[in-house]
């Protein structure tokens, strides 16, 4: 029978019954959807007959929404995760209607090859892409408050994990003389930038807003101060943690990213942070080599050796290399 002749609306159904209901309602949706369709049109194959190279290609027309209903293209680890259940279709399609080679294991659309068929449609995140929307955001905001969105994204750069690590940093935290902060037990070395925004956001009472000013609190000893209009003082302390770590969350939404068009968050800037430390130490040429690298148990120790130097919370060595993958250069 010819693969043409299957619907591919159709068999996704039949292979989405065939899994757990809680499984197909989940990520159902991330593959059926309008993008296959319109694609399939554009040229002229279902699903099935597809070639490898044709599925990446489809899977990079695909979008996600934020929740102010802008849209993004996909990630890299968005792809990754697209492909995995596509490469499950595939091989449920082999096993119940004709044996053909699953296109999804093709090393051509995995790997190093990802950022390179990635890399024509979308910037490498860098440095100089993180110094230019420190530019934009100073460019556009007033000083006071650059300089604390400013402090944020070189913290996450330079070392600090996640949002609640800024939360939890204490003044005790802070070595002066030697510019350099604990995290999670850790001493990270503060740049003399950062240094010089976390003491001044650190000594600020309030700072002006378009509409009034909001007054600078330290959140149970932290260390970082925190914005609050005056009327919600008395509440400012019974907030629990998790609600001023995803108060820095919500300002790069709304701020960065929707006001400016910006795309940028917390796990990128660290990932680069960490990315660039490898490049200091090693050199670029065998930074991306080691990321780049497969089945190689030497390669895997030096290159876990230098995430715990850093402090980096992923230990698995194959979704490091991945998520590490969107800053190796292929051009």
């Not at 005790?172 to 030697?178: A, G, Q, T």
Request: proline share 3%; net charge negative.
């Amino acid at each position: 029978m010819s693969r043409g002749k299957f619907d591919t609306q159709s068999l996704l159904s039949e292979y989405f019954e065939t899994r757990p209901e809680t499984t197909a309602v989940k990520i159902r949706g991330q593959i059926d959807r309008p993008e296959l369709y319109e694609y399939e049109k554009k040229i002229g194959k279902p699903l099935v007959d597809m070639e490898s190279l044709e599925i990446a290609e489809m899977l990079k027309s695909f979008s996600n929404k934020s929740f102010t209903n802008k849209t993004y293209k996909i990630s890299y680890r968005t792809y990754d995760t697209l492909l995995s259940i596509l490469r499950d279709f595939f091989n449920w399609y082999i096993d119940n209607y004709e044996v053909i080679k699953n296109p999804c294991n093709d090393k051509k659309i995995k790997g190093r090859n990802v950022v390179a068929l990635f890399a024509d449609s979308s910037e490498i995140f860098t440095r100089e892409s993180m110094e230019d929307a420190i530019e934009r955001i100073r460019n556009s905001q007033l000083e006071e408050y650059a300089d604390y969105q400013e402090a944020i994204i070189r913290m996450f750069y330079e070392g600090f994990p996640e949002s609640i690590d800024i939360v939890n940093l204490k003044d005790e935290d802070i070595n002066h003389e030697k510019k350099t902060a604990i995290v999670r037990g850790r001493e990270i070395q503060l740049s003399n930038r950062l240094y010089e925004l976390l003491v001044k956001i650190h000594n600020m009472e309030e700072y002006p807003a378009y509409r009034g000013y909001y007054l600078m609190k330290s959140y149970r000893g932290s260390y970082f101060k925190f914005p609050t209009r005056a009327k919600f003082e008395n509440e400012f302390e019974e907030r629990p943690p998790e609600y001023w770590a995803g108060h820095i969350s919500r300002l790069f939404n709304r701020d960065i990213k929707q006001k400016l068009d910006i795309n940028i968050n917390a796990r990128t800037l660290y990932l680069l942070g960490f990315y660039d430390f490898l490049v200091e130490k090693v050199g670029k040429e065998e930074a991306d080599r080691l990321i780049m690298s497969v089945r190689n148990s030497d390669d895997t120790k030096k290159m876990l050796a230098l995430a715990d130097e850093y402090g980096v919370i992923e230990q698995n060595i194959t979704i490091l290399k991945k998520v590490l993958l969107p800053f190796v250069e292929t051009k």
